[in-house]
């Protein structure tokens, strides 16, 4: 519990010291916002700022902090450096300074961003790979919920109905209709539960295994013979939400549409990430003793925990819910695993609709404008769905390129920030660093990831190094390019 609680207490250290200097350093000002300037009742939308930050949070948040940090605390203790360093210096800042640039430039989306700062060709790749990665998501989180529904009463199929309708509604009313009025209630339910769970961990006071002693892969050395993935690059992959997420960067700028003043960005969307990071600290904690705790909380009894580091997030999320948390946490189960991927699938597909019309300049406040755009992202859902539903593995498929996918879009924002860093006479290092560091990651794991090369590590670890040299050279060679352009 010292290495959680050390970690904690980072987080909060990063918000006050990092986060201030972050913010100090873009240099928010009195400017009028989109939100004010370009009202139009429907996505610009002036909201409270504590309902922003609600909505900021459950739209980066979903269930990502919970799985991921459920999945990756089976790497041991050093998921807390990922989780902490990871959030302070790469996701909270990704998150912050997409946000505040999405402001800066009358609520653009990010393939906008990318286009001004990378060029018109990184913008058209963007937008295609972003509007896709916005389906996959939207489709990844319907079969789930539509399936723990079906335990409960009623045909699959008929939920996964039932949840499209849904996705339809939201995603063409105004962001204050649904999203406004429920979004604050989950968001509210996630961090209830978290709080609830921290409370029960400091009363139980487990024995878990300390970073300082516990520093390697634990899941190689408990199952060597199923537990296969290393810890670069896997952890990296493996827990987004919590570090740092691609995903945010599609949705910071649905609330920088909704913030009256540009010095509420960093504990809007600062804080959310921090917040965030928060709340998978805590389950990857819960996981820790799940996995590692002496003695472990006796869940022999769990479907599949004869598999032992198979067992599934859910499974883990609804067990210690009930078990902890009595009825309460049944039902604030019951929110995180059905509701939040839900919650995060409508904003998915709310940002693809706001981004595709920005690239046709569609005005979006009739309706039928909207349906020309929302008809065809859902006929491509649902086609997805279909193929998903009729391959044995066809979820675990489009999760496992929607885990790459979100990551390699973190990257092109990371570098995107740096650019716009660059021409401003900012520090840009505060984005660099990490921008590097994600370069390598996903490139690394694209080499060696069998569903893509699958090279031997040999081979895909020296490629990897390779594609951070070639990183840094072209960095070098366009700061010096830059440099000559402005003197």
């Not at 389906?135 to 109905?161: D, N, Q």
């Not at 960095?475 to 390019?481: I, T």
Request: charged share 10%.
């Amino acid at each position: 519990m010292i290495t959680f609680s050390l970690s904690f207490v980072a987080l909060i250290l990063g918000y006050l010291f990092y986060g201030r200097f972050v913010a100090h350093m873009f240099g928010p000002d009195d400017r009028v916002t989109p939100a004010v300037a370009k009202a139009d009742g429907l996505d610009y939308i002036v909201l409270p700022n504590w309902k922003v930050f609600m909505i900021q949070f459950l739209n980066i948040a979903g269930t990502g902090p919970i799985f991921g940090a459920i999945m990756g605390a089976k790497f041991g203790p050093v998921a807390y450096l990922w989780i902490v360093f990871g959030c302070i210096f790469a996701g909270a800042t990704h998150d912050y300074l997409c946000g505040m640039l999405s402001m800066r430039h009358g609520g653009a989306s990010l393939p906008e961003l990318v286009g001004a700062y990378l060029g018109k060709t990184s913008k058209s790749i963007m937008l295609v790979f972003t509007v896709l990665l916005l389906i996959m998501v939207g489709t990844v989180f319907v079969y789930s919920p539509a399936e723990i529904l079906h335990s409960i009463g009623g045909e699959t199929m008929m939920w996964v109905g039932i949840i499209f309708v849904y996705y339809i509604i939201a995603t063409m009313l105004p962001i204050d209709k649904i999203i406004g009025k429920i979004y604050p209630l989950f968001a509210f339910s996630l961090l209830f539960m978290a709080a609830a769970l921290m409370i029960v961990l400091f009363v139980k006071m487990p024995h878990l295994p300390e970073l300082w002693t516990n520093f390697y892969n634990m899941g190689k050395e408990a199952q060597p013979e199923k537990w296969t993935d290393a810890i670069f690059p896997a952890l990296f992959i493996t827990i987004a939400c919590g570090a740092i997420s691609g995903f945010h960067a599609t949705q910071s700028p649905l609330m920088a549409r909704c913030v009256k003043s540009e010095k509420m960005g960093r504990p809007i969307f600062y804080g959310a990430m921090i917040t965030e990071g928060m709340v998978a600290l805590i389950w990857a904690t819960v996981s820790m003793w799940f996995f590692y705790g002496d003695p472990t909380p006796g869940y022999e009894l769990i479907s599949g925990a004869e598999k032992g580091f198979y067992t599934s997030a859910p499974a883990v999320v609804n067990l210690v819910c009930n078990d902890w948390l009595g009825v309460a946490g049944a039902i604030l189960a019951m929110l995180g695993v059905v509701a939040a991927p839900i919650t995060s699938g409508d904003t998915a597909f709310r940002s693809g609709r706001l981004i595709v019309s920005e690239w046709l300049k569609m005005d979006q406040r009739p309706i039928a404008k909207r349906l020309v755009i929302c008809i065809p992202m859902f006929g491509v859902s649902i086609a997805m769905l279909i193929w998903q539903i009729e391959n044995p593995d066809g979820f675990n498929t489009i999760w496992q390129y929607f885990g790459w996918s979100n990551q390699a879009l973190s990257v092109f924002t990371l570098w995107t920030m740096t650019v716009y860093l660059v021409r401003n006479n900012k520090c840009y290092w505060v984005t660099l660093i990490p921008a590097l560091f994600m370069t390598t990651v996903c490139s690394t794991f694209l080499f060696v990831s069998k569903q893509a090369f699958g090279l031997p590590s040999e081979v895909a670890y020296p490629m990897g190094i390779a594609c951070f040299l070639i990183a840094c050279v072209w960095f070098v060679l366009w700061y010096r390019k830059e440099a000559i352009r402005n003197s």
